[in-house]
């Protein structure tokens, strides 16, 4: 079923995909190590929860819901960012990585609309996460971290994006499945 863009779940979704931007954007910078290997940034796990609402956003409203939601989150993080004094870098690179790595995945979710919602959200994943945080990383602390650091932060963030995302979209999928 698919509702209007202005319909109450796309709205929902929405600013549930904006507030997981915002809340990684103010978390960016705070770091867990992992017991083996890896950096992860708390904002990561906020982060994750972002490719399951966009493919959920475009289910429930379609492409044009999906472009709404991007720049609705842009301009929201970007605002916040700016009243928060964040640095510039950070900024920058959350903008970009946030643009590019979104567009990517749904342009490959778009492609893929016949598909099941499984297979879209796996495989607009597949390119959305490594992206978003290979270009993220190397934007926002190239330069300040050592080569080492930065690899760990990738990994960890890779790893945490999808783990967590499987897990929400494996949630979302129960709880849609029990709903109808």
């Known amino acids: 079923m698919t509702y209007s863009v202005v319909g109450r779940p796309v709205v929902i979704l929405t600013a549930l995909y904006a507030l997981s931007i915002l809340l990684a954007n103010l978390t960016l910078d705070q770091f867990l190590p992992l017991p083996v290997f ?23 409203g379609g492409l044009r819901a999906v472009y709404i939601a991007i720049a609705l989150a842009l301009l929201v993080n970007t605002g916040a960012a700016l009243l928060t004094d964040t640095p510039w870098r950070f900024v920058g690179a959350s903008f970009l990585a ?10 490959v979710y778009q492609r893929l609309i016949g598909k099941s919602w499984w297979t879209r959200v796996l495989a607009s994943n597949a390119v959305s996460v490594p992206l978003d945080s290979v270009l993220f990383t190397l934007l926002a602390f ?15 963030d890779i790893l945490a994006k999808y783990t967590i995302a499987a897990l929400f979209a494996f949630r979302v999928r129960q709880v849609s499945r029990a709903a109808a």
């Open 38 to 60: 890896g950096l992860l940034s708390v904002g990561t796990m906020f982060f994750a929860a972002v490719f399951t609402l966009r493919d959920r956003i475009h289910r429930a």
């Open 98 to 107: 946030i643009l590019v790595g979104e567009l990517a995945d749904t342009a």
């Open 142 to 156: 190239y330069g300040d971290m050592s080569s080492r650091d930065l690899t760990q932060i990738i990994f960890a």
